[in-house]
T-cell receptor, first 115, second 114 residues
């Protein structure tokens, strides 16, 4: 497709279960970002991938969170042993440029609900 | 450290009236400033950006924003609001030339009343 694709769009899970969220960026985009959007709050940066460089993981809130990007394209965000406070919308974005003079292109997000 | 403040959680305006959504920033260097809009159940969409040059930046859907360095502000404006402009608006800042992540504000819910 032409845009950033995220799946699943909605995920309901039980506390303690692991979840995987997928992001398929726009073809040719070298930079990929994961953000978390909680109700009533802004976007919280989680992790940033740029080409083959080591990812910037400085925003991951705990060691239960991890992400990988295979082949410089598709990315998976994994949350282990989910907690209720992990409930949020997880947004993925990609862009063509290494600097932020270019805009980010966002997917529609994956809404995670932890019961 | 860089930060963005959107002092209003909610802005209501009548259709046809001018609208302003406020944003102030703090960054130690030259800022890259952005506005994004989020419609219900959708991802964020880019509206406009300021990198350098003219302080008044024009963007999508008739929106514009004014960069004011002395007041460290980047308010979003539109001369005549439409009901379809109702959405969540985010201001964001980044250091110039930086490949690091944007810092987003907490968002302002704009409601345009018919």
């Amino acid at each position: 497709g032409a845009g950033v694709s995220q799946s699943p769009s909605n995920k309901v899970t039980e506390k303690g279960k692991d979840v995987e969220l997928r992001c398929d960026p726009i073809s040719g985009h070298t930079a990929l970002y994961w953000y978390r959007q909680s109700l009533g709050q802004g976007l919280e940066f989680l992790i940033y991938f740029q080409g083959n460089s080591a990812p910037d993981k400085s925003g991951l809130p705990s060691d239960r969170f991890s992400a990988e990007r295979t082949g410089g394209s598709v990315s998976t965000l994994t949350i282990q042993r989910t907690q209720q406070e992990d409930s949020a919308v997880y947004l993925c974005a990609s862009t063509t440029r290494t600097s932020l003079s270019g805009e980010l292109f966002f997917g529609e997000g994956s809404r995670l609900t932890v019961l | 450290a860089q930060s963005v403040a959107q002092p209003e959680d909610q802005v209501n305006v009548a259709e046809g009236n001018p609208l302003t959504v406020k944003c102030t920033y703090s960054v130690s260097g030259n800022p890259y400033l952005f506005w994004y809009v989020q419609y219900p159940n959708r991802g964020l969409q880019f509206l406009l950006k300021y990198i350098t040059g003219d302080n008044l930046v024009k963007g999508s859907y008739g929106f514009e924003a004014e960069f004011n360095k002395s007041q460290t502000s980047f308010h979003l404006k539109k001369p005549s609001a439409l009901v379809s402009d109702s959405a969540l608006y985010f201001c964001a800042v980044s250091l110039s030339g930086s490949a690091r992540q944007l810092t987003f504000g907490s968002g302002t819910q704009l409601t345009v009343l018919p």
